[in-house]
């Protein structure tokens, strides 16, 4: 894969797309992603202003001319989820109206992506209401990286291209010498994800079943599956409070797994999740790197993998109108 990004890399020097120029422009929501993303195509970051008034109202000034060109805006809707929303709201209604020929948004974490169906009545349905304002603010079309519902990209009337890290994982995983492999699913919602990571690493599936007594609590009934003796990586999406990882480390211990670890793409990672899972005996939490992480949170046990190379990967294929989805076959 990386020899195959290289050439890519280095054929965007050279060619001519159908959309202009490739433009990269970073929000404020993960620079160290939008830089690594510059690097790795070798296209700098536009020079954005974003300012903010004195009554917190944000501000966006974009110095260069976008007239006609392929404009592709970096930005995670990670915490605060709502600060990052209205920043990218208000970026790609500057890039609309600034002429930009196409403007792509890429959101490497979807901030409500949990809220994608009513599970009570008189509750609303936030990620379709998210969609409806990203298309409504300038986006021709959306980079989606591990959405926690598939259903979402059903959501945008563009095209959209989803994106999975499992590959990254699982040569990760490949690496750390691991032995009697069991991937477990943290709930039957997780299932697809965690087949992926099984069928890559050629290893069986056990599942977990979980409820929230409360919302952001959660509690694991049961483990099903061939866990005793056994290295069990659970593939997860999103960590937010580490509850559920780590409830689901205990039960993995209690039914004598040997070594527990996680995969999972989105480190969230609010209040003290991070003590969360240093007490719970996990022995490596991999996420990837499409929300921050400030640097005195990182350390053992979590290990960071980037997904820049995938995105930038993606970013040129979409400018060039070539396949997406080869990148996973
Ligand atoms: C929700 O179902 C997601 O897939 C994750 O399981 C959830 O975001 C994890 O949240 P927490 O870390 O707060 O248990």
Redesign the pocket.
């Given at each position: 894969m990386i020899g195959r990004m290289q050439t890519a890399v280095e054929y965007v020097a050279e060619s001519a797309s159908p959309w202009g120029e490739l433009k990269l422009l970073g929000g404020s929501a993960n620079p160290a992603l939008s830089e690594k993303i510059s690097a790795q195509l070798r296209v700098p970051l536009t020079d954005t202003r974003l300012r903010r008034f004195a009554d917190g109202e944000i501000n966006v000034k974009i110095e260069d001319s976008m007239r006609g060109h392929d404009v592709f805006v970096i930005q995670p809707t990670c915490p605060p989820v709502n600060e990052h929303l209205m920043e990218l709201f208000i970026i790609l209604d500057a890039l609309r109206r600034a002429s930009a020929g196409r403007v792509t948004a890429v959101i490497p974490y979807y901030g409500y992506a949990?809220k994608e169906r009513k599970t009570q009545p008189r509750e609303p349905i936030s990620a379709k209401l998210v969609a409806n304002f990203i298309t409504l603010a300038g986006a021709d079309r959306l980079l989606l990286l591990d959405l926690?519902a598939e259903a979402i990209e059903g959501f945008f009337d563009v095209p959209t291209d989803h994106l999975s890290p499992f590959r990254i994982f699982a040569d990760h995983l490949r690496t750390l010498n691991l032995h009697n492999l069991t991937v477990v699913a943290?709930?039957a919602?997780?299932g697809r994800r965690a087949e992926a990571v099984a069928n890559q690493l050629q290893a069986p599936i056990a599942f977990g079943y979980k409820r929230r007594p409360e919302e952001?609590q959660?509690e694991v009934i049961a483990v099903s599956g061939d866990v005793k003796g056994r290295d069990c990586v659970v593939v997860?999406?999103?960590?937010?409070?580490?509850?559920?990882?780590s409830k689901l480390a205990q039960s993995l211990r209690l039914q004598g797994a040997h070594k527990v670890l996680i995969a999972a793409t989105h480190p969230v990672l609010t209040g003290d999740a991070v003590d969360r899972l240093k007490k719970a005996q996990i022995d490596d939490v991999i996420v990837t790197d499409s929300v921050p992480i400030a640097p005195e949170r990182l350390g053992p046990p979590i290990t960071v993998l980037s997904v820049a190379p995938l995105l930038a990967e993606a970013i040129i294929r979409v400018h060039e109108n070539r396949s997406v989805s080869e990148l996973f076959r």
């Open positions: 949990r926690h943290p709930d919602g997780g952001d959660a997860e999406d999103i960590i937010t409070t580490g509850g559920t990882i």
